[in-house]
């Protein structure tokens, strides 16, 4: 039987100082700034890339070229927010490892607002005393929009973040650096990444898309769900087959990942679709807050969640320069945000039940249409079968006066009725039958028929 390897806890040494112990120099790991490529007809093989990798320890040794991390393209100094430590290639690619002396700066990072970089490059870079050294760095810029797109940038770094129930979870590769004398310790700290990447995607959603803050429009989350679907789906259809649900989830503050193939499982909407570009809506954000605080019957997610989520929504009140309410107040009920919201969505809910109700009325107004169609027909009937036996109409003409009855509108239906029971009876051949034979008597009374009909389609001649 093995014996259980016993745990052990090594303070990291002080060149890994972590930034939580201290506040100034705040140290992020693995940014992938760069690849091989042809960027602006320039091009840039492998070796130009290790070029750029083994000058940047040499040019900041000799030639005193510290690579800041700065905002935008821009060259004051008071557009760096920190400074590149290291220098390496990993997968092909330049990656670098910074410290942030700017403290708001970190957050931002954290938060997610920025991600992308941006080098800039010495093509041939030349010292003070005349030496060239070739292709160097520069320096990293955080941008909107990098020329090189494939290049994740913030993406992918690590750093110490809070997540979840508030532990602290180490993000740094010391895999390496341990290996050699803890072989089982490396072992152990790879599980405890892998636990940690899974405790990020639980509960939670992190943002891995840019999207655009819109504040000004209304909030309907049915509505945005539905266009989200869409958006996340390979064919536009909105189909739970289709839906890229990695995707999908970037719109909601919560998810279930255990039945994440399921739409029931995402909650709290905030995101939408305007204008074809993925969307921060501001009521969504306030319509979330609301919900998580308790407002229209709250939301159910489990409790060790909610500060997470509480957080992501935070994160929202920031970016839109709004002061999140506290999680443990609850909604106070003349909040105009909040109300706009609920009486928006109650305003739908009567447009909805107002188009209901006209649907029905149609309906009724259809049915009663059909009764009142079928009532006049066996009126009308009714009628010529009632003068067929006063003897004031032939059998024969029957189905001929209902057609016409029936093609007239109610006042001149009612006019032609009167008509026909003013007139006289008529002699059905009663006599005539008596005197004749049978076939006399029917071309008789094809005759006499044939003269009625004409005297009832033309007008009468006055006699002189």
């Not at 010529?384 to 006063?390: Q, T």
Request: glycine fraction near 6%.
């Amino acid at each position: 039987m093995s014996r259980e390897i016993p745990i052990i806890f090594l303070s990291p040494p002080r060149a890994l100082s972590f930034s939580e112990q201290n506040a100034e120099a705040r140290k992020i790991y693995g940014i992938e700034i760069f690849a091989p490529g042809t960027y602006r007809g320039i091009a840039f093989r492998d070796e130009d890339v290790k070029e750029i990798a083994e000058n940047f320890p040499k040019l900041k040794e000799k030639a005193g070229l510290d690579v800041p991390l700065k905002v935008d393209h821009r060259d004051e100094a008071e557009a760096i927010i920190g400074w590149i430590s290291q220098l390496y290639i990993k997968e092909g690619k330049l990656y670098a490892d910074a410290e942030i002396t700017e403290p708001v700066a970190y957050e931002k990072i954290v938060r997610g607002t920025w991600k992308k970089v941006s080098c800039e490059i010495y093509l041939d870079f030349t010292d003070e005393e005349g030496k060239s050294w070739g292709k160097a760095l520069r320096a990293v810029a955080i941008v909107a929009h990098p020329q090189v797109k494939k290049i994740r940038g913030l993406e992918v770094a690590r750093f110490f973040e809070k997540i979840l129930n508030g532990k602290e979870v180490m993000m740094m590769a010391l895999k390496d650096a341990i290996a050699g004398a803890f072989g089982w310790l490396s072992e152990r700290f790879k599980r405890l990444q892998e636990e940690a990447g899974k405790i990020v995607e639980l509960g939670a959603v992190r943002h891995s898309l840019e999207y655009q803050l819109v504040e000004d429009i209304p909030w309907d989350a049915d509505a945005a769900q539905e266009r989200l679907a869409k958006w996340a789906s390979s064919d536009g259809s909105g189909e739970k087959e289709a839906i890229d649900w990695s995707r999908y989830r970037e719109g909601f503050a919560w998810y279930d990942p255990e039945n994440g193939g399921n739409f029931y499982a995402y909650k709290l909407p905030h995101h939408d679709i305007v204008n074809g570009r993925f969307s921060c809506v501001w009521r969504g954000v306030v319509a979330a807050m609301a919900a998580l605080k308790g407002a229209r019957g709250g939301v159910d997610i489990p409790e060790e969640d909610r500060e997470a989520v509480y957080n992501h929504l935070a994160r929202h009140y920031e970016e839109f320069e709004r002061e999140a309410p506290e999680l443990s107040e609850k909604v106070k009920e003349g909040d105009d945000e909040v109300m706009a919201i609920e009486l928006g969505e109650k305003l739908k809910k009567l447009e909805e039940e107002n188009a209901q109700l006209k649907a029905q009325l149609e309906e009724l107004r259809g049915e009663l249409e059909k009764k009142r169609l079928a009532e006049r027909e066996k009126r009308v009937w009714a009628i010529l079968n009632s003068a067929i036996e006063k003897g004031k109409l032939l059998p024969a003409e029957k189905d001929k006066w209902a057609e016409y009855l029936l093609s007239l509108d109610d006042e001149d239906m009612e006019k032609a009725i009167a008509l026909l029971e003013a007139r006289p009876p008529l002699d059905l051949f009663e006599g005539k039958a008596k005197s004749v034979s049978p076939e006399e008597a029917d071309r008789m009374m094809e005759e006499e028929l044939a003269q009625r009909m004409a005297s009832y389609l033309s007008p009468k001649r006055e006699t002189k």
